[in-house]
């Protein structure tokens, strides 16, 4: 089946660091979600992209709709503690949203 | 999330046992999906439906089945439980009644064991 590649899969930083993380797909995609979960939670959406080169922000989040609709980069500036958790991109294509594998962002204070 | 719960929430089954996991939603929405979630895979798409008695399969569909008989209620059910279905499944409506299918919202899980 479809794959999205994301990356990097873990990461662990420092309190105030920037994070940059990314997923690329084979397929195209019409939309580009990014979502965030919690330890016994479900994924909570974040930012959702519409239209090729669309750069969204939501408070120190922002993401971009890669201009080949192949790829999207998700960046938090200034972490904090309490965004540690996994990652999630997904692309949507015809009637279904396919998920990457995820990125687990540990952040030190 | 608001609007959509599962039930139960934690399970522990033995193998070849019958197990049913529901999902209840109150926004009244077409599609409903089901996902499961494995370390290193993220979520796989199960079974989703668009709609009462309308369903079909996603990537990971063998030993699952489902069934919509009323708007606010999808069952993933699994004939014969195996080891292998150990995992945490995700129910999922579309976002908002205006919304596509592209953006979903997603319950808080049922975590299954099985032994």
């Known amino acids: 089946g479809q794959q999205l590649n994301q990356s990097p899969q873990s990461m662990f930083i420092q309190e105030g660091e920037d994070v940059s993380m990314n997923c690329t797909s084979s397929?195209?995609?019409?939309?580009w979600l990014w979502y965030k979960q919690d330890p016994g939670e479900g994924p909570v959406l974040l930012i959702a992209?519409?239209?090729?080169?669309e750069l969204t922000s939501n408070g120190r989040l922002t993401a971009q709709f890669g201009i080949t609709r192949k790829d999207s980069f998700l960046n938090i500036s200034a972490s904090i503690p309490s965004d540690v958790g996994i990652y999630f991109c997904?692309?949507?294509?015809?009637?279904?949203?396919?998920f990457g594998t995820g990125t687990r962002l540990q952040v030190f204070p | 999330d608001a609007g959509i719960t599962q039930s139960p929430r934690h399970k522990v089954t033995e193998t070849g046992t019958p197990v049913t996991l529901r999902c209840h939603q109150t926004?009244?929405?077409?599609?409903m999906y089901w996902y499961r979630q494995d370390p290193g895979h993220g979520l796989r798409l199960i079974h989703y439906?668009?709609?009462?008695?309308?369903?079909d399969k996603g990537e990971v569909s063998d030993g699952y089945s489902v069934s919509r008989s009323k708007t606010e209620d999808f069952l993933l059910t699994l004939e014969s439980a195996t080891s292998s279905q150990t995992s945490v499944y995700f129910c999922?409506?579309?976002?908002?009644?205006?919304?596509?299918?592209?953006?979903?919202?997603f319950g808080a899980g049922s975590r299954l064991t099985v032994l």
């Open positions: 997904a692309g949507y294509n015809t009637d279904k949203l396919i």
């Open positions: 397929s195209i995609f019409n939309t």
């Open positions: 992209l519409y239209k090729a080169g």
């Open positions: 926004e009244n929405h077409r599609y």
């Open positions: 439906s668009y709609g009462v008695k309308d369903t």
């Open positions: 999922a409506i579309p976002r908002s009644p205006s919304s596509g299918a592209n953006v979903l919202t």
